[in-house]
């Protein structure tokens, strides 16, 4: 990912002296550094629920990334009215199984689709000035949380937090938090595949 290797080791040193456990102290964050850093595609199944308003939305869809800023995702209930959303950069269009036109997506839009993509969460960490990780079991069975402060004025937007196998190192769960400190969105990760060969037909 092109931001994140703009970004020098520091911050993850930093989080390191917060983080808790009993594993083999720096290398397992510079395994999910050096893991991250490189990421330039990825496809992933998830389980999102959303919260607003004391109710639960809850819906499955297939993720597409590419970089930089590359995004695609598939939702499809099963029974007909599915939707496909695709963001490059700063322009979006969501096409619907109705047969009608694209709707074209505005930055707010854009914005809170970016929250449910896993790149979205390494961009707040790396440049986030408040970071921490915690640590659980050891490097073979155990999992790494790493929480930022988005910077976000979104009263739903304000921390996030990732859940890694510490041992794959693949994401778990992800989950952003409101000013209430009150889940706003959690993604679960049913399957996820690192650096795919993916074609750019996809994000047209």
Same mark, same amino acid.
């Given at each position: &990912?092109?931001?994140? +290797?703009?970004?020098?080791?520091?911050?993850?040193?930093? !989080?390191?002296?917060?983080?808790?456990?009993? &594993?083999?102290?720096?290398?397992?964050?510079?395994?999910?550094?050096?893991?991250?850093?490189?990421?330039?595609?990825?496809?992933?199944?998830?389980?999102?629920?959303?919260?607003?308003?004391?109710?639960?939305?809850?819906?499955?869809?297939?993720?597409?990334?590419?970089?930089?800023?590359?995004?695609?995702?598939?939702?499809?209930?099963?029974?007909?009215?599915?939707?496909?959303?695709?963001?490059?950069? +700063?322009?979006?269009?969501?096409?619907?199984?109705?047969?009608?036109?694209?709707?074209?997506?505005?930055?707010?839009?854009?914005?809170?689709?970016?929250?449910? &993509?896993?790149?979205?969460?390494?961009?707040?960490?790396?440049?986030?000035?408040?970071? @921490?990780?915690?640590?659980?079991?050891?490097?073979?069975?155990?999992?790494?949380?790493?929480?930022?402060?988005?910077?976000? @004025?979104?009263?739903?937007? +304000?921390?996030?937090?990732?859940?890694?196998?510490? +041992?794959?190192?693949?994401?778990?769960?992800?989950?952003?938090?409101?000013?209430?400190?009150?889940?706003?969105?959690?993604?679960?990760?049913? !399957?996820?595949?690192?650096?795919?060969?993916?074609?750019?037909?996809?994000?047209?």
């Amino acid at each position: &990912m092109q931001k994140i +290797k703009k970004i020098i080791l520091v911050p993850m040193i930093i !989080s390191l002296l917060a983080g808790c456990g009993i &594993m083999k102290g720096y290398n397992v964050y510079e395994r999910v550094y050096n893991t991250y850093s490189k990421m330039e595609s990825y496809k992933a199944s998830v389980a999102v629920t959303s919260y607003s308003n004391n109710s639960e939305n809850k819906y499955t869809l297939t993720q597409y990334y590419k970089c930089p800023n590359k995004q695609r995702s598939e939702y499809s209930p099963g029974n007909g009215g599915g939707s496909i959303t695709i963001i490059n950069g +700063k322009e979006g269009k969501l096409f619907s199984d109705y047969g009608t036109d694209p709707v074209i997506l505005d930055a707010i839009d854009i914005d809170e689709k970016d929250y449910l &993509m896993l790149e979205t969460f390494f961009e707040i960490y790396y440049s986030s000035e408040e970071t @921490s990780i915690k640590t659980s079991g050891s490097d073979n069975n155990g999992t790494l949380t790493l929480r930022a402060e988005t910077g976000n @004025s979104h009263p739903y937007r +304000k921390r996030i937090e990732l859940v890694i196998d510490s +041992k794959s190192l693949k994401p778990k769960k992800m989950t952003v938090f409101g000013y209430d400190n009150k889940p706003a969105l959690c993604i679960q990760y049913l !399957s996820f595949e690192l650096n795919p060969t993916l074609e750019d037909s996809i994000f047209k």
